[in-house]
Each structure stands twice: as structure tokens, then as C-alpha cells.
T-cell receptor
Framework: EAQVTQNPRYLITVTGKKLTVTCSQN?????MSWYRQDPGLGLRQIYY???????DKGDVPEGYKVSRKEKRNFPLILESPSPNQTSLYFC?????????????FGPGTRLTVL | AQTVTQSQPEMSVQEAETVTLSCTYD???????LFWYKQPPSRQMILVIR??????QNATENRFSVNFQKAAKSFSLKISDSQLGDAAMYFC???????????????FGKGTLLTVNP
């Protein structure tokens, strides 16, 4: 089944404790991205990747890192999480990122930083 | 920068009735894509319908249809014969048609929470 998976689905952590949220897709998509969803703000893009080793900042990249060492994986790294990073995170992928592509979303990761 | 506005934070509809969710957007471009996504309580983001700006014909997917008014920059979603399973948060989103990494992001509105009453 074609899908985007994220792990963990739920995470409660404390300020400053490094964490990684994994994202994997099995559709051989080149384009992947991360969004965060906050009440009253909709979804906002954090980082995106056009292909292996090609990543760039989205609209709200502060406090996050990403890597793209393999085509299928695009982990989101929070090296020193803070409470303002408490949010719902979505990974998304599409074949090439082109305008005509449909983006497929993962199931979301609910992160709470205490 | 493009912006997407959903002016109805919450809407409700009776089962089997029709409801329309509003979305307006701001752009200086002539070609772009518009989307409606559904987010049920499971939080999964599900694509409902998409519209390409250069196509004048309104998109339709079963009970879901849009009213795309390009000059007014309006993109409303009509749900006919509403069902209990339609209850969800609905997001309107915009994407540029220009190629290039930063152009591929979706710009979302804040969402409209739809309640379906039995």
C-alpha cells in the first residue's frame, strides 16, 4: 500500500531533550516536506526536500533540522525542543513536487514539549 | 506572498442537507492550484478536491463540488447530502503553478470545523 508513515504518533518530552520524528514514504517520491499545524494557524511548512541531499527552509524553520540521506526517509530533528514547538506535525510527499502533483500526507505526530 | 482566508471557524449542517464552506485567497498570479483538504478526528489529511486556475469548469468529486470565482478570488466548497462522516476540519489551500522548490508548498487557511447533526 502506498503510504507515508511517521513515528512516533505521539510524543511527550521535556525542554531541551533532543528528539527525532521519522518520516518514510514507499512511493519513490522525490519531494518531501514537513508542516506543523497549530490551532487558528492552519498548516505551515517547516522544511522541504527536492531530492536526496537537497533540503531547504520553509516558512517556519527555526528550531528544526532535517536530513535527506535516502530518498524514502526525511526525518525532522529538534535538537533542543521548547514548549513553543508543541504542535501537530505532518510529513508530506509528492512525485516531483511539481504544481500538478498531489501531496500525500502522513498520519501526523502529536508532540508535547513540557 | 499568497494568503488564504477561511472566514468561518465553525459551521454546522443537518444530515442530508447541503452546506457551503467559504475560502478566499490573495494572489497576483494568474495560474495556480487550489485544494480542499479534510481532516477528520483521526487527524489524517485527506485531499477532497482540487481546482486548476486556468480551468474555468468547477471541479466535482461525487457529493463535493466547488464554486471557483477567479476574478473574486473565491473558492467555496459545497457538500451535498451531508453525511455524519463528513464531520471534520476542512482546510482550503493554495499552491503556485511555477516550478521550483519553494513554490511547491501548500499555503493553508486556518480551517473550518464542520459539524454534522443527525
Amino acid at each position: 500500500e502506498a503510504q507515508v508513515t511517521q513515528n512516533p504518533r505521539y510524543l511527550i518530552t521535556v525542554t531541551g531533550k533532543k528528539l527525532t520524528v521519522t518520516c518514510s514514504q514507499n512511493m519513490n517520491h522525490e519531494y518531501m516536506s514537513w508542516y506543523r499545524q497549530d490551532p487558528g494557524l492552519g498548516l505551515r511548512q517547516i522544511y522541504y526536500s527536492m531530492n536526496v541531499e537537497v533540503t531547504d527552509k520553509g516558512d517556519v524553520p527555526e528550531g528544526y533540522k532535517v536530513s535527506r540521506k535516502e530518498k524514502r526517509n526525511f526525518p525532522l530533528i529538534l535538537e533542543s525542543p521548547s514548549p513553543n514547538q508543541t504542535s501537530l506535525y505532518f510529513c508530506a510527499s509528492s512525485p516531483y513536487g511539481g504544481a500538478e502533483d498531489t501531496q500525500y500526507f502522513g498520519p501526523g505526530t502529536r508532540l508535547t514539549v513540557l | 506572498a499568497q494568503t488564504v482566508t477561511q472566514s468561518q471557524p465553525e459551521m454546522s449542517v443537518q444530515e442530508a442537507e447541503t452546506v457551503t464552506l467559504s475560502c478566499t485567497y490573495d494572489t497576483s498570479e494568474s495560474d495556480y492550484y487550489l485544494f480542499w483538504y479534510k481532516q477528520p478526528p483521526s487527524r489524517q489529511m485527506i485531499l477532497v478536491i482540487r481546482q486548476e486556475a486556468y480551468k474555468q469548469q468547477n471541479a466535482t468529486e461525487n457529493r463535493f463540488s466547488v464554486n471557483f470565482q477567479k476574478a473574486a478570488k473565491s473558492f467555496s466548497l459545497k457538500i451535498s447530502d451531508s453525511q455524519l462522516g463528513d464531520a471534520a476540519m476542512y482546510f482550503c489551500a493554495y499552491r503556485r503553478s511555477v516550478n521550483g522548490g519553494s513554490n511547491y508548498k501548500l499555503t493553508f487557511g486556518k480551517g473550518t470545523l464542520l459539524t454534522v447533526n443527525p
